[in-house]
């Protein structure tokens, strides 16, 4: 059928590994034969399997999912990376580890974005000018440089795209170090640094078919891939006019210490906005960064967040209750004398000297020296503490 389509001879020939032998090597021996010729095949490209939790996917094994059913599971873009961060030619393991990993990149890759953009939004038209580089903006511009060369490089290398994801991932990473090293010394980051690297990100990521194609600088704000430049660009000055309001009402109420104000811009930070897909991240010293993001990710977040301050608020309450035992137990320890101190045990002594120290164990078996040792400095240290206690104790 292929030769019927394609000729006596093919450039590329695709399929899984299992079916180089023999498979594709049969088809090579019949191929070759018929056309009187020794390379039917010019490149054959085998891919590799698809595991679930490190075994072949059968419904035998009832481990047998479908591309829906993991779409029910993530986002088409989560899949996406869960592929690009493996080679096209080994085995890719769908299970919970590949997934958080696809989920951690993804994230990274969307704050870094977000970042990206609040940053070119506040600073404005007015940082377009030339801007003089300082060794903070040189030496991100080394490390742009050289990733931007070894991402070519991987996919070069039989599009090793798992290698070129790491090379950007460590990019995103260094840029993020860069932003919080100029907010520490109270400075703007390079304008067009940033928005060259984050064009530079984006594109990539179209390439990998991670975003579409009309998408401007990140992701859209809807997961499944729908557009949202058009979105953001209208709702960007009210929100930003009500970002801006919102700073000189905490600014004011901080001065004058109104805690009722403080806590509506929170409930309009941590409440209101959210539900309109608007995420506010307040930075000290600077105007509050705006974020547009998918709303029913913002309150995946928000409820998170309130699930792990419950979580630590229990934790906080379990570790105050079991401190409150061990105290109880110290202080109902003290009141009692040395003599019963062993005679509480019977399940480990069944026998005693005149002082109460054990010379017996439960089974009649006689208590060895080293062991009485132990006991008898057990013993002597409750008659210090019974003796400070009934001293102090009040009469």
């Known amino acids: 059928m292929s030769c019927d389509i394609l000729g006596s001879k093919i450039d590329v020939h695709t ?85 958080q990993e696809a989920e951690q990149i993804e994230k990274l890759f969307n704050e870094f974005f977000l970042t990206a953009k609040n940053l070119l939004r506040y600073q404005g038209a007015e940082n377009e000018a030339f801007v003089k580089w300082g060794s903070l903006d040189k030496d991100l511009n080394a490390k742009f440089l050289s990733k931007k060369s070894l991402v070519h490089e991987a996919l070069c290398d039989s599009i090793d795209t ?18 919080g090293s100029c907010r520490q ?82 409930s309009l930070r941590d409440d209101v906005l959210p539900e309109l897909g608007v995420r506010l991240e307040d930075i000290e010293g600077q105007p509050t960064a705006i974020k547009f993001v998918d709303k029913e990710v913002l309150l995946r977040e928000r409820k998170r967040e309130r699930e792990l301050a419950e979580e630590k608020r229990k934790a906080k309450e379990e570790a105050r209750r079991v401190q409150s035992e061990k105290q109880a137990a110290k202080e109902a320890l003290k009141r009692i004398p040395p003599s019963e101190l062993f005679r509480r045990e019977p399940d480990k002594y069944s026998q005693f000297d005149e002082q109460g120290i054990p010379t017996h164990d439960a089974a009649g078996i006689k208590v060895g020296e080293g062991r009485r040792k132990k006991l008898r400095k057990l013993y002597e240290q409750q008659e210090k503490v019974y003796a400070e206690w009934t001293e102090n104790r009040p009469n």
Not at 43 to 72: D, P, R, V, W
Not at 222 to 236: D, H, L, Q
Request: glycine content about 6%; aromatic content about 10%; hydrophobic content about 40%.
């Open 185 to 266: 010394a109270s400075r703007d980051p390079n304008q067009s640094l940033i928005k060259s690297i984050a064009n530079y990100a984006t594109n990539l990521l179209k390439i990998f078919g991670v975003i579409p194609d009309d998408s401007t600088i990140g992701f859209p704000l809807s997961a499944t891939g729908s557009t949202s430049a058009g979105m953001e660009a209208v709702a960007e000055p009210f929100v930003t006019a009500l970002a801006r309001f919102r700073d000189d009402v905490r600014i004011v109420a901080r001065k004058e210490k109104v805690r009722d104000i403080l806590d509506v811009c929170d």
């Open 162 to 179: 798992a290698s070129a994801l790491n090379e950007m991932r460590d990019l995103v990473k260094e840029t993020n170090i860069y932003i």
């Open 15 to 99: 399929g899984g590994v299992d079916l180089k032998f023999p498979h594709h090597d049969n088809e090579i021996a019949q191929a070759e034969a018929h056309y009187k010729h020794d390379q039917w095949v010019n490149y054959f490209l085998h891919s590799g399997h698809l595991t679930i939790e490190g075994c072949k996917m059968s419904k035998s094994l009832k481990n047998f999912i479908t591309i829906k059913e993991a779409l029910g599971r993530y986002t088409s873009r989560q899949l996406r990376f869960a592929f690009l961060l493996h080679a096209w030619n080994a085995t890719l393991d769908y299970g919970t580890n590949t997934m």
